[in-house]
């Protein structure tokens, strides 16, 4: 698991809540259910009214998959295409048939299978590249839909302190309850900034990123599956694939590679 998004979302949550605490506050004092569920749960509705059914269905499995997701080391990933070229160029393409059930990464498997079954390589490209715009699309629309509520969240934050400042105008005859009644206003707007900008803003950009890294390893698994189904060298292969790599990842792949050869 990636932890990223848990420990930043965390730590900007208990930064807000220290600053409370060291300006003499209480944390207690903007855990306002009032004022969350109004921002919360009015900015969803707003961002379910801007999409389709489909895009607020997928909403459960776009979060977890921001906060959980495992971003598979491009390394790994080289390496067991490089040992899928060395088999198929040792024993020819129909000995990966064993071999695709242990294959863990699921564009990997189908691409071999697709392969395997004697895919013209032409068509093959095709299919995998479609699939790729395929995925980009579905990930866009899971992005758009966070983007969407980190946008509203401010506006419907300031539309709850209007409303919490309408009553307090009703009850000016009570002064000894306005400073309270004026703090909790704003509550709504404080919230409604800072779940935009630590919460919901960031999801959407950690799913964007996530949406490149697993297209930039599916581009990486297409061209393998290519070089593997043409019989090339598994040099050549690791050589190609690792120049797709960005720097720091092929460094660690030639540093892996390095390392297994001198075992």
């Given at each position: 698991?990636?932890?990223?998004?848990?420990?930043?979302?965390?730590?900007?949550?208990?930064?807000?809540?220290?600053?409370q605490?060291?300006e003499?506050?209480?944390p207690?004092?903007?855990?306002?259910?009032?004022?969350?569920?109004?921002?919360?749960?009015?900015?969803?509705?707003?961002a379910?009214?801007?999409?389709?059914?489909?895009?607020?269905?997928?909403?459960?499995?776009?979060l977890?998959?921001?906060?959980?997701?495992k971003?598979?080391?491009?390394?790994?990933?080289?390496?067991?295409?490089?040992?899928?070229?060395?088999?198929?160029?040792?024993?020819?393409?129909l000995?990966?048939?064993?071999a695709?059930?242990?294959?863990?990464?699921?564009?990997?498997?189908?691409g071999?299978?697709?392969?395997?079954?004697?895919?013209?390589?032409?068509?093959?490209?095709?299919i995998?590249?479609?699939?790729?715009?395929?995925?980009?699309?579905?990930?866009?629309?899971?992005?758009?839909?966070?983007?969407?509520?980190?946008g509203?969240?401010?506006?419907?934050?300031?539309?709850?302190?209007?409303?919490?400042?309408?009553?307090v105008?009703?009850?000016?005859?009570k002064?000894?309850?306005?400073?309270?009644?004026?703090?909790?206003?704003?509550?709504?707007?404080l919230?409604?900034?800072l779940?935009?900008?630590?919460?919901?803003?960031?999801?959407?950009?950690?799913?964007?990123?996530?949406?490149?890294i697993?297209?930039?390893?599916?581009?990486?698994?297409?061209?393998?599956?290519?070089?593997?189904?043409?019989?090339?060298?598994?040099?050549?292969?690791?050589?190609?694939?690792?120049?797709?790599?960005?720097?720091?990842e092929?460094?660690?792949?030639?540093?892996?590679s390095?390392?297994?050869?001198?075992?």
């Amino acid at each position: 698991m990636d932890l990223a998004s848990i420990i930043g979302v965390a730590l900007g949550l208990a930064i807000v809540f220290t600053v409370q605490i060291v300006e003499g506050g209480s944390p207690a004092s903007i855990m306002l259910w009032p004022s969350m569920l109004l921002v919360f749960g009015g900015g969803f509705a707003a961002a379910m009214a801007g999409g389709v059914m489909k895009d607020t269905k997928a909403f459960g499995e776009q979060l977890k998959k921001g906060f959980t997701k495992k971003v598979t080391p491009a390394a790994e990933l080289l390496d067991s295409v490089v040992k899928l070229a060395e088999r198929a160029r040792r024993e020819g393409l129909l000995a990966l048939e064993d071999a695709v059930k242990t294959v863990e990464h699921p564009f990997l498997k189908r691409g071999l299978q697709l392969a395997i079954d004697g895919t013209d390589p032409d068509e093959l490209h095709d299919i995998l590249h479609a699939e790729v715009g395929a995925k980009k699309k579905a990930d866009k629309a899971g992005v758009k839909f966070f983007e969407s509520w980190g946008g509203y969240a401010p506006t419907i934050g300031i539309i709850g302190t209007v409303m919490g400042l309408v009553l307090v105008m009703e009850n000016l005859d009570k002064p000894e309850t306005l400073g309270h009644s004026i703090a909790a206003a704003f509550c709504a707007t404080l919230w409604g900034v800072l779940s935009a900008n630590m919460i919901l803003l960031p999801m959407g950009a950690r799913l964007a990123r996530l949406s490149a890294i697993e297209a930039e390893e599916m581009e990486l698994v297409i061209d393998g599956v290519l070089a593997i189904q043409a019989g090339s060298n598994p040099r050549l292969v690791a050589q190609k694939l690792r120049s797709l790599l960005p720097p720091d990842e092929m460094k660690k792949a030639e540093m892996s590679s390095s390392n297994k050869k001198a075992a």
